[in-house]
């Protein structure tokens, strides 16, 4: 058996977990969350507080969607619950960030400020003026979001200027030398 797939999902009190015709919905304090899954060879059994993905047979792909579902079932637990957050650090002289109603903006080295939007679903706060927190309940958008915020200034390996995620080891690289 899968060793994720195999392993129960505890669920808290005041998260209910549904599973009919191919959509898995899970309901918690901080909102609901969908996924679609295949209801061919994959179901859930919930017996109170323990959730469990169940396989059908021993195939390849069906154990692979195994520990697959029982990862986004626990994900989306988590979500509905705690929530999850990205800290993005803007690090270059004179580079800072600031929060105006329901978006960010950003002085990152452009001639002009560069604007991000919180969305339904994601929201941005600016605890410094140096770093930017996108938090919510979906894990991916989360992690997307926060990637698009990086893209917009990539870490550069000479003097590490750029938007980083908290934590984040920036390989430095060795300017130029002066040659003989």
Known sequence: MSRIGREPVT????????????????????GTLTQDYDASCI?????????????????PDVRAKHGLYRALL????????????????????????????NKVVLNVGFSHPVEIFETADIKLECPSITEIVVS????????????????????EPYHGYGIAYKGE????KEGKTAGK
């Open 11 to 30: 669920v808290p009190a005041g998260v209910t977990i549904t599973a009919d015709n191919g959509v898995l919905t899970v309901k918690g304090p901080k």
């Open 43 to 59: 179901s859930f059994k919930i017996d109170g507080a323990v959730a469990n993905v169940v396989r059908a047979n021993d195939e």
């Open 74 to 101: 626990n994900n989306m637990v988590v979500g509905v619950t705690n929530g999850y957050s990205k800290t993005l650090i803007v690090n270059g002289v004179g580079w800072k960030v600031a929060k105006q109603g």
């Open 136 to 155: 919510g309940i979906n894990k991916e958008k989360v992690g997307q979001y926060a990637a698009t915020v990086r893209s917009i200034r990539k870490p």
């Open 169 to 172: 080891v920036i390989e430095r």
